[in-house]
């Protein structure tokens, strides 16, 4: 157990909805990272927050959106959807985002979109 | 540009066989971090190990062992006398640091590793 808590687990969901994956960071971890892995894109990162700010941007699609709280738990807002957003998205934590610091993963949310 | 390559998509071994995954990076930065992840079939990502790029050293843990090689630019990955709980995708992946202090993280496509009794 990674200590990095995601949920829910499963989602199954429509095109053109919107559905928000929340994630919690190892207790002292201040950085939250989110990646989607999908069967021919492999594993993707999207996006880092540090302490509430964003600190690194990857292949974010503009349909998606992700904030860090007050509390540094963090959510994923994915809207529009469509079938190819189906994937199983990690969130993973570590301690700063100074460097290179290892990210810990969670045990994902997989998204189905029908 | 950053790159991550893993050639090897999958691997079949027999159990008790030695076997080697491979992972090649491209980046101009001389700040950089290397990571070999593990992902059983039940999903999760299991972390492994990290390396920065100031320390070529090779690291030994119990049946696992890492090759660092900056000339090369590879870090690649052996398992001893390989296990059936081994059985997993392998994932190499590179973050980068440049003198902005701007950072990009590259994941490898992962090797398939497949350990038969």
């Known amino acids: 157990d990674s200590g990095v808590t995601q949920t829910p687990k499963h989602l199954i969901t429509a095109t053109g909805q919107r559905v928000t994956l929340r994630c919690s960071p190892r207790s002292g971890d201040l950085s939250v990272y989110w990646y989607q892995q999908s069967l021919d894109q492999g594993l993707q990162f999207l996006i880092q927050y540090y302490n509430g700010e964003e600190r690194a941007k990857g292949n974010i699609l503009e349909r998606f959106s992700a904030q860090q709280f007050p509390d540094l738990h963090s959510e994923l807002n994915l809207s529009s959807l469509e079938l190819g957003d189906s994937a199983l998205y990690f969130c993973a934590s570590s301690v700063a985002a100074r460097g290179g610091e290892t990210q810990y993963f969670g045990p994902g949310t997989r998204l189905l979109v029908l | 540009a950053q790159k991550v390559t893993q050639a090897q998509t999958e691997i079949s071994v027999v159990e008790k066989e030695d076997v080697t995954l491979d992972c090649v990076y491209e980046t101009r930065d001389t700040t950089y971090y290397l990571f070999w992840y593990k992902q059983p079939p039940s999903g999760e990502l299991v972390f492994l190990i990290r390396?920065?790029?100031?320390d070529e050293q090779n690291e030994i843990s119990g049946r696992y062992s890492w090759n660092f090689q900056k000339s090369t630019s590879s870090f690649n990955f052996t398992i001893t006398a390989s296990q059936v709980v081994d059985s997993a995708v392998y994932f190499c992946a590179l973050i980068t640091v440049n003198a902005g202090n701007n950072r990009k993280l590259i994941w490898g496509l992962g090797t398939s590793l497949a350990v038969n009794p």
């Open positions: 390396r920065n790029s100031f």
